[in-house]
């Protein structure tokens, strides 16, 4: 028998501002590729909806069965999507410069997407049991570090910048969360700073010769507005084309002459601006803001510490892709293919983020329950 706190602990505003979300992001790639067909002869937006309905029951999936009980498969998961990401660069698929893909016929599985998931999963169960009031010592950050670590290079050399990034980050909340004794962070800032030519040196070795190009081009994309900071700069463009209310469906000249490129999947963002304008960029940016505070909130209020790691990480991935997606398309920080949470094509993105987002309403709606 379920218990009727759980089922009243469904949050229906937050399922609204999730489906306002998706919803605009049709809208935009509807607008930019409607004439444009798939592997599967569906219009691009037609298969985003078909992504958006699978996403759904892994999202029901992802909240309803016992939180505690999927992390008791971290491990296993963990295992599992390490040795997928070795068969990516064994027998990958590769497509735009990068090796991300295993082709299954029907669907193309990207592990570097759900290797974020996992990693949250793994990192919330180590965590949870080492947390306490004198914070991490310095052998205690080794397995996270090797645990994040082995991901991260296979990653890199896929390569897949954007992935990598976030999986730094989601490690560092996690450690700000558990906190650092003194002596470690003086001993980890010495070892970093030992350490960073060598790790820079990897770092820049691994990258593609575009994924130098574009860091380049972020220094000043004006050195090469038809090379190298195109994106960023017909991005800017679309943008401040928008105006204050926008220039409607159909009527953004970047998107619509196709001037920005990547305008369902990184670039989606311009695309929703340059038609809806500063007014609609301000309610898309709100609906974001409530579903990151909705997450904050649900971190706050969890019960136990595997809870509150778990829903720290999940608003982690969230933040970073929306800060640096956002920011890529406003030319602040380097074109690294970013998604933009819920609005970018592509099924991988919409089923790993719809899974981090079921964690969370699973998270909230068993904050009453007995787990012992």
Not at 173 to 182: E, N, P, Q
Not at 267 to 290: D, N, P
Request: hydrophobic letters at 55%; one cysteine or more; aromatic letters at 14%.
């Amino acid at each position: 028998m379920i218990d009727r706190r759980f089922l009243n602990s469904f949050d229906g505003w937050f399922v609204m501002v999730l489906l306002l979300i998706l919803t605009l992001g049709v809208l935009s790639i509807y607008t930019v590729t409607n004439t444009v067909l798939s592997k599967a002869h569906l219009a691009v937006y037609e298969k985003q909806m078909v992504w958006i309905a699978l996403g759904g029951i892994v999202f029901f999936i992802a909240a309803f069965v016992d939180y505690h009980e999927i992390a008791r498969f971290a491990a296993v998961f963990y295992v599992t999507c390490v040795v997928l990401l070795i068969l990516v660069l064994l027998v990958g698929r590769t497509g735009m410069g990068a090796r991300r893909w295993l082709s299954l016929g029907f669907f193309d599985l990207q592990p570097s997407e759900w290797i974020k998931l996992v990693v949250i999963l793994v990192l919330a169960r180590y965590f949870s049991t080492r947390c306490g009031p004198h914070g991490l010592g310095l052998w205690e950050l080794i397995v996270p570090a090797v645990g994040v670590g082995i991901p991260l290079v296979l990653v890199l050399k896929q390569p897949d910048l954007g992935t990598a990034m976030v999986l730094v980050f989601i490690l560092s909340v996690m450690v700000f969360l558990v906190g650092l004794r003194s002596k470690t962070v003086g001993s980890s800032i010495l070892v970093l700073l030992m350490a960073f030519p060598f790790i820079w040196e990897i770092f820049w070795g691994v990258l593609k010769p575009y994924q130098r190009n574009r860091l380049i081009a972020f220094v000043n994309p004006a050195v090469d507005p038809m090379g190298r900071g195109y994106h960023a700069l017909q991005s800017k463009i679309a943008i401040g084309s928008g105006g204050w209310f926008g220039k409607g469906l159909f009527g953004g000249t970047q998107s619509q002459l196709k001037f920005l490129p990547e305008g369902h999947t990184d670039f989606v963002f311009s695309v929703f601006a340059e038609e809806w304008g500063f007014v609609g960029v301000l309610v898309l940016l709100l609906l974001y803001f409530l579903l990151i505070a909705w997450g904050i909130d649900v971190a706050y209020k969890a019960k136990d510490a595997l809870g509150v790691f778990l829903a720290v990480g999940v608003v982690a991935m969230l933040a970073f892709y929306l800060a640096v997606n956002i920011g890529m398309t406003l030319g602040i920080v380097p074109v690294v293919g970013v998604p933009l949470p819920l609005m970018s094509y592509g099924g991988n993105s919409i089923l790993t983020t719809m899974t981090g987002l079921g964690l969370l309403l699973n998270i909230k709606m068993r904050r009453f329950m007995l787990f012992y």
